[in-house]
C-alpha cells in the first residue's frame, strides 16, 4: 500500500482545525473599502442618516404611447415592460427601501438580513418587468467622441443649441428636451418618423424608468447602438442589463451619507414591487388577477407581476 507522508512544513488537519478555531470571533469577511463608508457601518457608530430619496421620474409617463409602436417593440422584445412602464410606476416607500439598502453589501450583491441573504434575481426581472434575459449582452463601446452626432442620426434632430458660454454635459440627452420634441406622434406621420418617435420613447424610458443614472435629467447615449435595430435590440438580454445595473446603484446608494437630497437609483420599481412580493413591509393589497385591459391572447403583452399592484 502506497503510503502518504507529509511534509514538515504542512500542518496536519487536526492543526488546521485548531487554527481555525483561534480565529478572532471579531474578525468579518466584508471588504474595508465598503465596510468604511458603508451606512450601516454609519449607524453602527451612532450617527442618525436621513432616507434616500428614489430617483423617480413623475414625467415618466409624460410621452404619449401610440399604437403605432408595438409592432417595432414586439421586434425589440420591449412591448411587455413598455405596457409595464406607461401604467405609471408604483407608489414608493422610501423608508423602508432605505432599510432595505442598509442591508445591501456590494461584497455578494445581496442584503443581509436577520433570516440569511436575499437578492433580486433574473428571474424577478422577467416576471415583474416583462424583459427579456437571455441573449446577447448589452455591453460595447463607451467612447463619448462624437456622441452628439449619434444622438442626431439615432433621433433624425439635432440637439439644442446651447447658449453662449455654457458646455453640454456629456451624460446624456436631456429628458425635458425629448419629452418637448417627441412627447406625441403626428396621427398621419409616415414610417420613418414613426420609427424615430419610436426611439425617443424607448430613450425616455431607459432614462426614466429602468436605467436612471444620478443626475435625474438626462437618458444615457451609450444603448443607442444597441436600438439602431429593432431585431438586433430583440436578441439583447435587456433583464441582465437592467438586473446590472440595479446593483451598481445599490452598491453606491448604500455608501451615501443620507443627506436631504442623497438619492437611490436604478429600476426602482423593479426594487419596491420585488420588496413588496418577499418581505412583508408595508404591503399593499395584492390584485387577485390582473386588470382586463390586456389584449386576449396576446403572450408578447401578457400581464406581469406589477400589474398586481397597480391599485
Known amino acids: 500500500m502506497a503510503m502518504r507522508f507529509l511534509r514538515e512544513e504542512e500542518p496536519t488537519l487536526v492543526e488546521r482545525i485548531e487554527a481555525l ?25 451612532g450617527e442618525v442618516l436621513h432616507c434616500l430619496r428614489p430617483m423617480t421620474h413623475e414625467a415618466a409617463t409624460s410621452m404619449v404611447y401610440d399604437e403605432k409602436y408595438t409592432p417595432l417593440l414586439k421586434r425589440a422584445n420591449l412591448a411587455a415592460v413598455a405596457r409595464v412602464c406607461r401604467r405609471g410606476t408604483p407608489p414608493f416607500n422610501p423608508a423602508a427601501l432605505t432599510a432595505l439598502i442598509d442591508r445591501w453589501r456590494p461584497e455578494t450583491h445581496t442584503f443581509h438580513l436577520p433570516c440569511g441573504e436575499m437578492t433580486v434575481t433574473l428571474e424577478d426581472t422577467a416576471m415583474i418587468l416583462g424583459v427579456r434575459i437571455r441573449g446577447f449582452p448589452v455591453t460595447g463601446d463607451t467612447e463619448s467622441e462624437g456622441w452628439e452626432n449619434r444622438v442626431h442620426n439615432f433621433l433624425g434632430r439635432a440637439l439644442p443649441e446651447l447658449e453662449a458660454g455654457k458646455k453640454r454635459r456629456s451624460s446624456g440627452v436631456p429628458l425635458r428636451w425629448l419629452r418637448e420634441q417627441w412627447h406625441q406622434c403626428p396621427p398621419d406621420a409616415d414610417e420613418a418618423t414613426v420609427n424615430y418617435y419610436c426611439r425617443a420613447y424607448v430613450l425616455h424610458m431607459f432614462g426614466t424608468v429602468l436605467f436612471p443614472d444620478g443626475t435625474g435629467d438626462t437618458a444615457s447615449w451609450m444603448y443607442i447602438p444597441f436600438l439602431q435595430n429593432w431585431d438586433d435590440a430583440g436578441n439583447r438580454s435587456w433583464g441582465s442589463a437592467i438586473l446590472a445595473f440595479l446593483y451598481r446603484q445599490l452598491c453606491e446608494a448604500c455608501q451615501r451619507a ?23 413591509v408595508g404591503r399593499p393589497h395584492r390584485m387577485q388577477q390582473p386588470p382586463a385591459w390586456f389584449p386576449e391572447g396576446d403572450t408578447i403583452v401578457a400581464p406581469t407581476v406589477a400589474h398586481l399592484y397597480e391599485r
Not at 267 to 274: A, D, E, K, R, V
Open 21 to 45: 478555531e483561534n480565529i478572532s470571533m471579531d474578525r468579518t469577511l466584508l471588504d474595508p473599502r465598503f465596510d468604511e463608508k458603508h451606512r450601516a457601518r454609519r449607524i453602527e457608530d
Open 258 to 280: 443620507g443627506g436631504t437630497h442623497s438619492t437611490m437609483s436604478g429600476c426602482m420599481p423593479l426594487l419596491q414591487i420585488w420588496m413588496w412580493e418577499r418581505l412583508p
